[in-house]
């Protein structure tokens, strides 16, 4: 009777492991709510007039987004409208940073949908435009994010054209010829 026992407690076991990881899977394709984004001065107000510990800590609370409570949302179904009003105050806060940039790259435009992509490259366009000489290599990903991605060669070829008139002594040299070559941009990439 001990053996019957032992295997009964396995069997329950189990099916109760089952049932946890359906309910658990069940709210992990869910993404938490996001709400819209503070006002630059009630992030100030918040951080006692830090903006670089701001910055961060808004970062990390948007990278994180449900993540706290066990959560693993998919990033599809975030309010990308909301996302970019996060990212904007984030990167309005830190004008050297490169954190906000980075997320809408990295993080967020990976997992986004044709139509997010071309918006999404175009807010990182706008970025780059707050400091070209330095952050050209997020317009070049915008490049490359709105024709691969967003399958617009047209929005690749406008995403680029600020490229060209780039000081040609301060960026790479295949930076400028960028505009002439964006044809090549939806063939044979990955």
């Given amino acids: 009777m001990r053996g019957w026992d032992t295997s009964l407690t396995w069997v329950l076991a189990g099916c109760l492991l089952l049932v946890l990881g359906q309910s658990l899977g ?6 938490p709510i996001l709400a819209p984004a503070p006002t630059p001065q009630a992030v100030l107000v918040a951080s006692l007039d830090d903006p670089d510990a701001a910055s961060v800590l808004l970062a990390l609370s948007l990278q994180n987004l449900g993540e706290a409570r066990g959560e693993a949302p998919s990033l599809r179904t975030f ?8 990212l904007r105050l ?14 809408l790259a990295l993080e967020f435009a990976i997992a986004t949908s044709p139509r997010g992509a071309r918006h999404l490259a175009r807010v990182l366009a706008d970025m780059s435009d707050r400091d070209p000489l330095r952050r050209w ?37 295949w930076v400028p010829g960028l505009f002439s070559s964006i044809d090549h941009i939806g063939k044979g990439l990955p």
Avoid at 79 to 86: A, I, K, N, Q
């Fill in 90 to 103: 984030i990167d309005g806060l830190r004008s050297g940073s490169e954190l906000a940039p980075a997320l």
């Fill in 26 to 31: 069940r709210e992990a394709v869910t993404a």
């Fill in 137 to 173: 290599p997020w317009r070049v990903h915008a490049v490359y994010l709105a024709g691969r991605k967003g399958n617009d060669l047209a929005l690749a070829r406008d995403l680029s054209r600020p490229l060209t008139s780039l000081p040609p002594d301060r960026v790479p040299p």
């Fill in 79 to 86: 309010d990308l409208d909301r996302v970019v009003g996060w």
